[in-house]
């Protein structure tokens, strides 16, 4: 039981788009990160999990709410604690190609991640260099190469190089493994978790890649429209989804143990624009368990368990419980999976 | 005609470099064929020869290509454009950039779609947006009207879908068709694909990195591996019986492996 | 990682593939820098003497490129022009970079009333008619080498402000330069670490067609009277003062400067467009 190394409150970031409209990305979101601890965002587009994510790095400007780094609200950090606090937050981003400067080489990029952000005096930062890239796993002599030089694999991992050099305490991983292939994801992801063992780095793992979130992360948090609709350990969001929303992410989502069996939740139509947000439950136009109730009252964050939360009246008692026989129930039980030895339930869509 | 598509010793050389070595498939009526391997592993190059159009300076320089019985190499290049719009379907990787900016995207489609039918404008509107609506476009007769750019990227992507499904092809050839795609609208658009295929006895090719897609909707699968089809199996025989040293770090990475990370030591 | 070794290894032999285009514009632009500087000591005759009694004499072994209407040596002042006109055409150039580039790249970056501003000027100064600017400008500060390479490079100038702030905008949505602002670089070295380096090719390869355009420039503002004065050898003011003579069959002292003009514009493109090429890097470290 540590103090929380981040803990977002109220977040809340609109975005003007003009004739005085505002598109609400992320709404009045709430998220606590311990120290060595993954907690991923998951959503499909549109959710604001990258958004929460550039917000907590400072790199958008927040409409409002609190973010609390190592006790200093981020939000609103003067020019020079914000070099202290670059020095102990950092980021993975998607495109590992387009996260490197094509011009400089594969040393220079790890070099000036430790001349910015480290004290290490310059005649050590060679050896630091080749020090880091091994290990992320490449070849220490890779430092000459460029990025083009490299499969996105090994670019990835240089930006995991540059990410550590200053051993953060928290890394911000935006989509880090969706533009690899299913073997060098999960070697990036191996290499995480031995940082994050080694390290006691705390993640931020934002993913709409439900398998990699079942391998990385240890707490869960859905988005929808801007919103965290359930929360809680990844056992209990995977085991015992409660939201509609969790529960169709869940069941479209395609997986070698579910084989052809068609788990049945689907939800109907598009995601609603956030700049008109709806007034009662954001999933209520889609939603295939909506009562009239739905679309009155906007639903907040209630415990469904004393670890694990959803933002729905249906779940949190307020209206008659959801059917207990939906057919996505069929992949909370491991027995009559096709192919049995596995637990697993969800395969990704990348 | 059980067979929609037959390939045999298919090789592409790329410069000095043999990118596809004598690949062999077949798709049958009613059948899926996933065609997975790690990135590189020249999947889309396979595509691109299976229609006889491999780009330069890549060269087809073996193998017999055959179509519904057609030998796709010994026919002209006229005979070859009239198959591959009405009676094989292809879906590329990078959908937005095969929609010409000026058009309308619902031109483009019905435009599809009376090159190769005898349809009045109004017939293949009709057309047109009825697979808008089946690739899961909402508001099908407004998005009709919209030009590329003023579609998001997964709706540009669910146009080309759209282009590549509107004369109800045969044999539908998809280079990772839904990747980039929200989970819910990758399950509606597969689940078309699917049914399609099994209604009309038609055939499919699904190039993918997903494994789970695999199990989902396909019959068989084969693996790729530097240029070559290193395994070849039905589908749920595969996930359990799998021999080749790729496939199975391919299924195990796409499973949810026991070495998921311990309970958290959360602060609550 | 059995493949990256194998890439490593492959490091540092370049391919030795022979570039006609680079070979032929950099012998072009050689021999163009080669004669601004010797030109006038190697011509055989002076550039800048009329003989008398010699005027309007056809090419021969004596007069290679035949003489003018007053009697100078074509070929001397052909070989001694580049002195003026490259000097013209490469100051004016480097100059117009030298204050486009910053402008365009803060233009780029950091978007305010400002740089809006600083865009507003440059339309200003790109939507007048560039020999009328030029006019005015060589009238107002004087006929000689100095004022015309700031005239010149007034009128370039704002292409750069433009293309860089183009450039500049699209790099900026790199995740490289997210990146780099999540390392705590500032603005400043953002600007010119990532995003200038990162511009180079098109502000080469254009820079190119400038030096092309500037002589261009400086041989049409000799024609009509606004440029060098005679009899300093340039290949504008000689095609000006030889044009009268074509009609009358007289064509070497306009057609010989007019070709060495053409090839040298020629060459310089051709330089500048393959040295655009070989700065992309997936080129440079193959």
């Known amino acids: 039981m540590s103090e929380p190394v981040l803990e977002v409150r109220d977040l809340v970031k609109e975005f003007a788009v003009g004739q005085g409209q505002v598109l609400t990305a992320v709404n009045r979101v709430d998220l606590q990160l311990a120290p060595g601890e993954t907690l991923a965002l998951v959503g499909e587009s549109g959710s604001g999990k990258t958004t929460v994510g550039r917000c907590v790095l400072r790199l958008l400007d927040t409409t409002g709410g609190t973010i609390a780094f190592a006790g200093d609200d981020v939000t609103r950090l003067a020019p020079r604690r914000l070099r202290a606090f670059r020095r102990q937050v950092q980021v993975v981003f998607q495109d590992p190609y387009d996260s490197l400067d094509p011009r400089m080489s594969v040393g220079a990029i790890v070099e000036e991640a430790l001349r910015e952000l480290t004290d290490t005096a310059a005649a050590r930062r060679g050896a630091l260099t080749k020090e880091l890239l091994e290990r992320v796993g490449l070849d220490p002599d890779a430092a000459r190469l460029y990025p083009h030089h490299l499969t996105a694999g090994e670019q990835q991992r240089v930006a995991i190089a540059r990410a550590i050099a200053c051993d953060p305490r928290l890394l911000v991983l935006d989509e880090p493994t969706s533009s690899l292939d299913p073997i060098t994801r999960s070697e990036i992801i191996a290499l995480l978790r031995s940082i994050q063992a080694e390290l006691g780095t705390a993640f931020l793992f934002i993913s709409h890649d439900l398998v990699t979130v079942r391998h990385i992360s240890h707490r869960i948090a859905v988005m929808y429209l801007g919103e965290v609709v359930e929360t809680g350990p990844v056992e209990a969001v995977f085991g015992r989804p409660s939201h509609p929303y969790t529960r169709a992410l869940l069941a479209s989502a395609p997986s070698i143990e579910r084989g052809r069996e068609d788990a049945g939740i689907s939800l109907a139509g598009e995601i609603p624009s956030p700049i008109d947000l709806p007034q009662g439950c954001f999933l209520a136009s889609r939603c295939p368990f909506v009562l009239d109730e739905c679309r009155a009252g906007h639903p907040a964050l209630e415990p469904v368990s004393r670890v694990h939360h959803s933002r729905c009246l249906r779940v949190t008692g307020h209206l008659a419980p959801l059917p207990e026989a939906a057919p996505e129930s069929a992949h909370t039980t491991p027995n009559g999976v096709p192919t049995g030895n596995r637990k697993a339930r969800v395969v990704d869509e990348s | ?268 | 990682m059995s493949t990256l070794s194998l890439r490593l290894r492959g490091l540092g032999s370049f391919p030795a593939r022979a570039n006609r285009a680079l070979i032929a514009g950099g012998a072009i632009a050689g021999l163009a820098t080669l004669l601004a500087v010797i030109g006038p000591w190697i011509a055989p005759y002076s550039p800048t003497r009329a003989v008398g009694g010699d005027q309007l004499q056809p090419p021969s072994t004596t007069h290679f490129f035949g003489t003018d209407a007053v009697g100078m040596d074509v070929f001397s002042r052909v070989i001694s022009a580049p002195r003026t006109d490259l000097t013209i055409a490469l100051a004016s150039t480097a100059l117009a970079i030298l204050v486009g580039t910053p402008l365009g790249a803060i233009a780029g970056y950091y978007r305010s009333r400002w740089s809006e501003a600083l865009m507003r000027v440059s339309d200003l100064v790109q939507s007048f008619p560039v020999f009328i600017l030029a006019m005015a400008a060589v009238i107002v500060a004087g006929h000689d080498v100095t004022s015309i390479i700031y005239v010149i490079a007034l009128v370039n100038a704002p292409i750069y402000v433009r293309l860089v702030r183009a450039e500049v905008l699209s790099l900026r949505e790199r995740t490289y330069v997210e990146a780099a602002v999540a390392l705590g670089e500032s603005g400043r070295r953002v600007v010119f670490r990532h995003l200038l380096p990162n511009a180079y090719g098109p502000i080469l390869s254009n820079a190119s067609v400038t030096v092309g355009m500037s002589m261009l420039l400086t041989a049409g503002l000799s024609f009509i009277g606004a440029g060098v004065r005679v009899p300093t050898p340039e290949w504008g003011s000689m095609i000006a003062i030889g044009a009268p003579n074509v009609v009358t069959g007289e064509w070497w002292p306009s057609v010989f400067p007019g070709v060495a003009l053409s090839i040298t514009v020629f060459g310089f493109a051709l330089l500048g467009d393959t040295l655009a090429r070989l700065t992309d890097p997936a080129r440079r470290h193959p």
Do not use: W
Request: glycine share 8%; with cysteine.
């Open chain 2, 1 to 268: 005609m059980s067979e929609m598509l037959h390939a045999e010793g298919v090789t592409v050389d790329y410069r000095d470099r043999q990118t596809l070595r004598d690949v062999s498939l077949t798709v049958g009526a009613g059948e899926i064929l996933g065609v997975v391997g790690r990135s590189g592993a020249g999947k889309s190059i396979l595509v691109r020869a299976l229609i006889n159009l491999v780009p330069p300076p890549g060269k087809l320089v073996d193998g017999e290509i055959r179509a519904f019985g057609t030998d796709l190499r010994a026919i002209g290049e006229a005979e070859a454009r009239s198959l591959r719009g009405a009676r094989i379907g292809v879906i590329v990787q990078n959908p937005r950039g095969h929609l010409n900016p000026l058009l309308r995207v619902g031109t483009q489609i019905s435009n599809v779609y009376r090159a190769h039918h005898d349809a009045t404008k109004a017939e293949a509107r009709e057309r047109a947006i009825s697979v808008l609506r089946d690739v899961g476009i909402p508001a099908p007769e407004h998005r009709y009207a919209a030009y590329p750019h003023e579609l998001s990227g997964g709706m540009a992507q669910r146009a080309m879908i759209a282009m590549a499904l509107v004369c109800d092809p045969e044999l539908l050839i998809a280079d990772e068709p839904t990747s980039g795609l929200d989970v819910t609208i990758q399950d509606q658009i597969l689940k078309l694909f699917r049914r399609s295929v099994d209604e009309r006895r038609t055939g499919g090719l699904l190039v993918t990195r997903d494994m789970g897609i695999v199990a989902r909707f396909c019959d068989r699968v084969a693996v790729l591996h530097e240029g070559e089809i290193v395994e070849q199996a039905a589908v749920p025989a595969f996930f359990s019986d799998a021999v080749h040293p790729v496939s199975t770090r391919l299924i195990a990475s796409a499973s949810f492996a026991a070495d998921a990370p311990g309970p958290a030591e959360v602060a609550q």
